[in-house]
């Protein structure tokens, strides 16, 4: 079925979050970040990864626990819901415009966390969001989800364009690389026989 549940509680953060990879795109967030909450929808949109999220966290302070939290609990659902990684393609890549703004990504499902973020955001907010907050998501996404993911913007000038790029490109690179590949439905995509 790759599906997965994860409950996080700290001092910080309360969060529940569900997702099923072999999805249609049906999302339902509630973070306390509006920014955030359009993220997660597209990457859920994009994806076709049904992504359901919930969170109360300590917002008063700022986004910074929310945001981290929330990567930290998709990467763990990735990686659970993925389990020995049997039959799938592994890699992912997608070079997507948005508008003025051009982003490239690839990923691979290695069971090595690497984040290469080269993004060049122009500005410190966007709304009450602060961007330096997308790669702390990420962050937290890849030490959980044991994937080597790389996010570089190519071109842009608008800080909405490029964040919003860039979760569309790393949803669309997600869904490739998770993807089943028929032809080795029964295999371990390495040679190693593990990832």
């Not at 910074?64 to 890699?91: N, P, Q």
Request: net charge negative; aromatic share 8%; hydrophobic share 40%.
């Amino acid at each position: 079925m790759r599906y997965a549940e994860v409950k996080r509680t700290t001092a910080e953060t309360d969060i529940s979050l569900s997702l099923l990879l072999n999805g249609s795109g049906k999302s339902t967030t509630d973070t306390g970040c509006g920014f955030l909450d359009h993220m997660l929808t597209l990457l859920a949109s994009h994806g076709r990864f049904d992504l359901n999220v919930t969170c109360k966290g300590d917002t008063q302070v700022d986004y910074h626990h929310t945001v981290e939290d929330i990567g930290i609990c998709l990467g763990r659902a990735f990686s659970e819901a993925l389990g020995d990684k049997r039959g799938i393609h592994r890699y992912g890549d997608t070079i997507l415009p948005m508008d003025e703004a051009l982003i490239l990504t690839a990923v691979d499902f290695s069971g090595r966390s690497y984040l290469g973020f080269d993004m060049n955001i122009p500005t410190e907010k966007v709304g009450d969001f602060d961007t330096e907050l997308v790669e702390e998501f990420w962050l937290g996404f890849v030490r959980q989800a044991k994937c080597s993911l790389h996010i570089r913007m190519l071109a842009g000038k608008n800080s909405h364009h490029i964040i919003e790029g860039a979760f569309k490109s790393a949803a669309r690179s997600l869904k490739e690389a998770v993807a089943i590949d028929e032809a080795f439905k029964n295999e371990i995509p390495s040679t190693k026989g593990v990832l």
